[in-house]
């Protein structure tokens, strides 16, 4: 079974995807927008906006349904993008396909709906999708006036500036008076804000709602500095384009504006759902300490290293298996690790190929000296 914008296995898939864009379409802030913004920012209008009934059964209405619908970045080479072929690839889409196996038993059964920066959390709040895997970083506000709850982050990032290497700039004081582009509907215009405001450096920002459109403004030279998550940048800088003078054109400053853990983001008053999305990204993390991967899962579920991995794994050790209690078969993440892997496995295939080193960062295992911790599956 595949769903999903541009490719789906079942009609309804393709209806229903229709309908999304068309909904995201209608709800998005024009594509540019000059200065700080002078009207209501897309957050600040759905904190004020009627909630979603709490205590929603998510999961119910999933099985439902036949298969979960996860927003994501279309946009995002390396965390959200569309293939060649018309499918969705990506560090966040990989997480999406595993709670599909989670569920279901199968990858593919997901729908990946496509959202800007600033139409994401309408979506949400509308029910349009289940979950939101779209380099969002979990924050108070979001937490609390937004109504949404976070998983653990799937990736710690930073925000960053990123400039054209001929311009010779190097820091935050070659910036005085220059353009400062961003994406409108994230956190970054605000720690831009926060970072120049404690400088004497003077800037003008200029915003907009998709990266797209950002990056041509760019390329035409209206833009001296191009902000954004640090993993971004990144994915980026890797995929610029040769007519504007490819990767080697442009330099990421070491600057870091900002702490930014991207989280998957759920509606709040779903606690069964809640759990179970984070619990899955945490069963991943677990699995790469553990020795658990895709090639080796089946392997280790007919013998068991050790009691986690057994019970990690939904494996029979003295009696019955293990359940986890998320209202999934005690067996769930077998199939998650051998369909989509464990959380390095994830990492390496999208992530890496960015130049984006694991080691030595808070994205390395906490053994290894970073943030990935899993509590203990028991």
């Known amino acids: 079974m ?8 079942r009609p309804v898939g393709w209806l229903l995807a229709a309908l999304s864009i068309v909904l995201v379409a209608c709800s998005s802030s024009p594509d540019v927008t000059d200065g700080a913004g002078a009207t209501a920012t897309p957050e600040s209008q759905i904190a004020s906006a009627p909630r979603a009934p709490e205590g929603a059964d998510t999961l119910a209405e999933v099985r439902r349904r036949g298969f979960l619908r996860v927003g994501v970045n279309d946009q995002l080479p390396g965390f959200g993008y569309i293939r060649s072929d018309g499918s969705f690839g990506g560090f966040d889409v990989d997480f999406g396909h595993a709670l599909a196996a989670a569920i279901f038993g199968d990858r593919d059964a997901v729908q990946f709906v496509a959202l800007s920066a600033s139409s994401r959390f309408e979506a949400l709040d509308a029910r349009e999708i289940d979950v939101l895997i779209r380099n969002t970083t979990w924050s108070l506000s979001r937490d609390t006036s937004l109504g949404l709850s976070f998983a653990v982050p799937t990736f710690y990032d930073g925000q960053g500036l990123m400039v054209r290497a001929r311009d010779d700039i190097h820091g935050l004081d070659d910036l005085q008076g220059a353009v400062v582009c961003s994406l409108s509907g994230t956190t970054t215009q605000l720690n831009q804000e926060d970072t120049f405001g404690g400088t004497t450096v003077r800037y003008q920002p200029l915003n907009f709602d998709r990266a797209e459109t950002l990056q041509e403004a760019f390329v035409a030279g209206r833009c001296d500095a191009w902000t954004a998550d640090r993993s971004q940048l ?13 990767p080697e054109s442009l330099v990421i400053l070491p600057d870091t504006l900002s702490k930014e853990p991207l989280a998957p983001a759920m509606r709040s008053g779903e606690e069964q759902w809640s759990d179970l999305v984070n619990w899955v990204v945490l069963g991943m993390i677990a699995a790469e300490e553990l020795g658990v991967s895709s090639h080796n899962v089946r392997e280790m579920a007919a013998a068991p290293t050790s009691a986690e991995v057994a019970r990690l794994l939904g494996a029979a050790t003295e009696g019955l298996p293990f359940d986890a209690g998320l209202g999934l078969t005690p067996d769930f993440m077998q199939d998650v690790i051998e369909q989509v892997g464990n959380y390095g496995e994830v990492y390496d295939r999208n992530i890496t190929p960015l130049g984006i080193p694991r080691e030595g960062s808070p994205n390395a295992l906490w053994t290894q000296g970073g943030l990935m911790y899993a509590p203990p599956y028991r």
Not at 2 to 9: K, P, Y
Not at 234 to 245: E, F, I, L, N
């Open 2 to 9: 595949r769903l999903g914008l541009a490719r789906s296995a």
């Open 234 to 246: 990144a994915s980026r800088r890797a995929a610029y384009p040769a007519r504007a003078g490819g």
